[in-house]
């Protein structure tokens, strides 16, 4: 399974979400009409091999965007954010295997998906700009196998 085959599943699953106006890389510009916005970053991953089988288990960030941080007041930012922290769960939760809603659709080579740490209401820098929101974090367990060289 390629990152970028997860990213995108992950990018769709958010635009699930109640509110999200899109989901994906970060773009040049993002007008306040698209915020809330998830950038869905690539982190860290750990692999374990047994003989042909490598089982990677990669963390995604997913920056939530809400509303520039220089706009409006801090208690603002806070009551634009909180209503997201249920509604992640409950979209990541239930998909194990990063299915869609049909819960037919699993991610070939998905294993597992968890949802991790968040880091509470705060100031997200992305290409110079600042936006209040929370980047969660998403594990994802999936194996695959490799071919050995001869």
């Not at 106006?21 to 809330?36: I, K």
């Not at 998830?38 to 939530?64: F, K, P």
Request: charge should be negative; aromatic fraction near 6%; glycine fraction near 10%.
């Amino acid at each position: 399974m390629s990152v970028a085959t997860e990213k995108a599943r992950i990018a769709d699953i958010c635009e699930t979400i109640a509110g999200i106006g899109g989901a994906g890389a970060m773009p040049r510009g993002l007008p306040d009409a698209n915020l809330p916005y998830v950038v869905v970053l690539t982190g860290e991953a750990t692999r374990q091999r047994d003989d042909n089988l490598i089982s990677i288990e990669r963390i995604y960030r997913l920056a939530l965007l809400v509303k520039s941080w220089a706009e409006g007041v801090e208690t603002e930012a806070e009551e634009l954010c909180e209503p997201f922290f249920p509604l992640f769960e409950d979209a990541f939760m239930s998909r194990p295997s990063l299915q869609l809603a049909d819960n037919t659709t699993p991610l070939a080579g998905v294993q597992n998906s968890d949802l991790g740490n968040d880091t509470g209401v705060m100031n997200i820098e992305l290409g110079g700009v600042g936006y209040a929101g929370v980047t969660f974090d998403l594990h994802v367990l999936s194996q695959r196998v490799i071919t050995r060289g001869q």
